[in-house]
């Protein structure tokens, strides 16, 4: 049997108390996805060779689900112009080792180290719907990450 850390043992405990909302009562509506968007071109926006797409997505979903809400007014104007009208907060995201399924890293929610050519947005699904760039991520909480998104402006229209 491996050795496991009181914090492990703590973040698979979260992992399953956040799956309570999600599954029996569907309070969590809102699906988020962590898209990798690779572009043939090798870089945002560039053609892309004869007979090749412009860009290739890969998604990942945060599971369980996170909470997704706007921003507060509040919120917003205690912010000192980083975030705007509609962005949103994305709470309780579960913090995972990259072989685990559905949780991120540090380094994705930093978006440390994307390669040229490369990008990284959020797609939700669900009770919101849209494409959404980050603003800003909280990685200090030792139990879940939260993230601010805001809307990109290749994205479908809110519902």
Do not use: C
Request: net charge neutral; glycine share 8%.
């Amino acid at each position: 049997m491996a050795d496991t850390t009181i914090r492990q043992d703590m973040l698979d405990l979260a992992a399953d108390l956040r799956e309570i909302p999600t599954d029996p009562f569907d309070v969590r509506q809102t699906q988020v996805f962590v898209v990798t968007r690779v572009w043939s071109g090798g870089q945002k926006g560039a053609p892309a060779a004869p007979n090749q797409p412009r860009y290739t997505d890969t998604e990942m979903e945060l599971l369980p689900r996170p909470k997704v809400r706007p921003l507060t007014q509040r919120e917003i104007a205690s912010s000192g112009g980083r975030y705007d009208d509609g962005d949103l907060i994305v709470k309780y995201i579960q913090p995972m080792p990259p072989t685990e399924p559905g949780g991120i890293t540090t380094a994705q929610m930093l978006q440390d180290h994307v390669p040229q050519g490369t990008e990284i947005f959020y797609r939700l699904a669900g009770a919101i719907n849209g494409n959404y760039n980050r603003r800003s991520s909280n990685i200090a909480p030792a139990l879940h990450y939260e993230l601010v998104i805001g809307q990109r402006r290749d994205s479908p229209a809110k519902t």
